[in-house]
C-alpha cells in the first residue's frame, strides 16, 4: 500500500501538476483523445455530438450552448394489478457551456445545478490538465455507469455515482499512435471516498473533503475495439486505517467489426468493476484475517442497429452488494428496450426493467417511457 509520507505527497499533487503544466507549455493543435469524452451527451439515451451551430464570428465562435431536458413515465410492478403505481419524474435538465478562447485552453460547465465544471489547458502536443469539478476518467464514460445492470434512483448510483464528477485534477493524453492502435493514458487525483470504520462503503455517495484518491486510465484502441483499465487508490478513517482499491475494466466492440448482415449492425459492451476494501473492525477474522471485503458490479450490453428508425438494447448486470453476507442489496438486472429517434433533437426510449433480488424477491419491475429533447 502506500507509505506513511503519502498524506503529504496527496496535499500537494494538484498543485504539482498545475505547476508541471505551467513550466512545460509548448504550442500544440488541440486534438480530443477519447471520443467518449468528447460530447456530453447522457449516454442513456445515445452517445452522439449535439447539432453544430455555425456563428458569424467573433465572441461568438468562442462558445457554444448545448442542452438536454427529459420527461419520464414510470410504472412500477406493471403486470401486478393491485400493486401497480406510476409517476412522471425528471431526471436530465442541464445547460452546457463551452468557451474556448483558443486551440489551448477552454471552459467545460454545466451552468444550471454546476454538475461539473472543467478547465482544460493544452500542456504538450497530446497532453491536456483538466482541474475543477472534473468527470473521473474511470470506465468507458464519466456519466451512467452501469456496473450492476441498472442505475436504481438515477443520480444516485447503484455501485458507482450516476454522474461522477468530483473536485480534482487530471492529466492524460495519447502515449502511442501506430497502425490503427492508440493508447490514451489518464492520471489524476480527487477527493476520495470515505466512511467511519464498521461500515460498508458507500461508493455512490461520492467524495469527501479531507479525504485524497489517486487513479489512473487506460484506453487501448483498435479499429471498433476499445478497451479501458481503470484503477483508482485512497485511504480512509479516522487514522487512515482503511483503505480501497477500486478497479475494473470496459469492453466496447461497435458497429461494423463485421462486415456481415446482422453482425454488422451489432454493437456489444462488457464491464465490470470490483471495490476491495480493508475495515478490520466490519469484517470479522473468521472470514478474512486481513480484513479485506469486497464489492462488485458488472454488466453486458447489446444494441442492434438495423432496424428503421428503432434500436433495440438488452442489458444484464449483477451486483454484490458486502461479499461476507448475502442479503437483498445484492442482485441480478435484465432490461429490454428500444430506441426511437425522432429526430437529431428528440428521442424516445421504452425500458422495461426486471430486478430481482438474491434473497427475499420484491416486486419492484420497472417500465418507463424516457422522452428527451438535446440541442
Do not use: C
Amino acid at each position: 500500500m502506500i507509505s506513511a509520507g503519502a498524506n503529504l505527497l496527496t496535499r500537494h499533487f494538484l498543485l504539482l501538476i498545475v505547476a508541471v503544466s505551467i513550466v512545460g507549455i509548448h504550442s500544440a493543435v488541440a486534438q480530443d483523445t477519447d471520443t467518449a469524452d468528447v460530447f456530453i451527451g447522457f449516454d442513456d439515451i445515445e452517445e452522439e455530438a449535439p447539432p453544430a451551430v455555425s456563428h458569424s464570428g467573433g465572441w461568438t465562435d468562442m462558445i457554444h450552448i448545448s442542452g438536454r431536458f427529459d420527461l419520464n413515465l414510470e410504472v412500477t410492478n406493471p403486470s401486478k394489478e393491485f400493486q401497480r403505481t406510476s409517476q412522471f419524474r425528471n431526471y436530465h435538465k442541464f445547460i452546457f457551456l463551452n468557451v474556448k478562447p483558443d486551440d489551448r485552453i477552454a471552459l467545460e460547465a454545466e451552468i444550471l445545478d454546476l454538475s461539473y465544471y472543467e478547465i482544460k489547458y493544452r500542456v504538450w502536443r497530446e497532453f491536456e490538465l483538466r482541474f475543477g469539478k472534473i468527470w473521473v476518467p474511470f470506465g468507458a464514460t464519466p456519466f451512467h455507469h452501469y456496473y450492476g445492470g441498472i442505475q436504481g434512483d438515477p443520480f444516485q448510483g447503484l455501485f458507482l455515482p450516476n454522474v461522477w464528477s468530483e473536485f480534482g485534477g487530471t492529466i492524460g493524453g495519447t502515449i502511442f499512435t501506430g497502425n490503427q492502435v492508440q493508447i490514451d493514458v489518464d492520471l489524476f487525483a480527487i477527493r476520495g471516498f470515505e466512511t467511519e470504520l464498521g461500515n460498508v462503503l458507500n461508493l455512490s455517495n461520492g467524495g469527501a473533503d479531507d479525504t485524497y484518491a489517486f487513479g489512473q486510465r487506460t484506453r487501448l484502441g483498435f479499429g471498433k475495439i476499445s478497451l479501458w483499465g481503470s484503477a483508482l487508490y485512497n485511504q480512509f478513517g479516522l487514522n487512515n486505517d482503511g483503505h480501497l482499491v477500486l478497479w475494473g475494466g470496459d469492453l466496447l466492440v461497435d458497429y461494423g467489426l463485421v462486415n456481415a448482415p446482422i453482425l454488422k449492425d451489432l454493437k456489444l459492451r462488457v464491464a465490470f468493476a470490483r471495490a476491495d476494501i480493508k475495515d478490520q473492525e466490519l469484517v470479522e477474522e473468521r472470514f478474512n484475517t486481513d480484513g479485506w471485503y469486497y464489492r462488485y458490479g458488472d454488466y453486458a450490453e447489446l444494441t442492434y442497429r438495423g432496424l428503421p428508425h428503432v434500436s433495440p438494447r438488452v442489458r444484464y448486470g449483477t451486483i454484490v452488494d458486502y461479499d461476507d453476507v448475502v442479503t437483498n442489496n445484492d442482485s441480478h438486472n435484465t432490461e429490454f428496450a428500444a430506441l426511437v429517434r425522432i429526430n437529431r433533437n428528440l428521442s424516445v426510449l421504452m425500458q422495461y426493467q426486471l430486478n430481482m433480488e438474491e434473497v427475499n424477491e420484491i416486486d419492484n419491475d420497472l417500465f418507463r417511457i424516457h422522452a428527451v429533447f438535446e440541442f
